[in-house]
């Protein structure tokens, strides 16, 4: 069975820094997309970024939604399962718990952004920005 484990969460100041970083165990599978999404108590989980890679493996491309556009980078290695989340300038407002999710399909219309697009999921790590 196939884990992702999140890591990195925490309480940080307004305007300070985390990395969250999202690692997967068990029999393993190269991923076709990586991505983050958020979820706040009582809302929908919500989509962060997302990071997908071509057919041949060869290119990566990037998502973000827009409000944490230029503040957060997104990074990973299909290979490897591993996807990373640089979070700078954070707000209170980037408060809730962090899910990285993973999909080893190859599908035909695709956004990246909608939670149905993803098969495997993390338990997610809180991440909390004080004023």
């Known amino acids: 069975q196939v884990q992702l484990v999140e890591s990195g969460g925490g309480l940080v100041q307004a305007g300070g820094s985390l990395r969250l970083s999202c690692a997967a165990s068990?029999?393993?599978?190269?991923?076709?997309?990586m991505a983050w999404f958020r979820q706040t108590p009582g809302k929908e989980r919500e989509f962060a970024s997302a990071i997908h890679w071509s057919r041949d493996w060869s290119r990566a491309s990037t998502l973000y939604a827009d409000s944490v556009k230029s503040r957060f980078t997104i990074s990973g290695d299909n290979a490897e399962n591993t996807v990373y989340l640089q979070m700078n300038s954070l707000k209170p407002e980037d408060t809730a718990v962090y899910y990285c999710?993973?999909?080893?399909?190859?599908?035909?219309?695709?956004?990246?952004?909608?939670?149905?697009?993803?098969?495997?999921w993390g338990q997610g790590t809180q991440v909390t920005v004080s004023l």
């Open positions: 999710a993973a999909d080893r399909l190859w599908r035909s219309v695709r956004s990246f952004t909608t939670t149905d697009e993803y098969d495997t």
């Open positions: 068990g029999r393993t599978f190269r991923s076709t997309a």
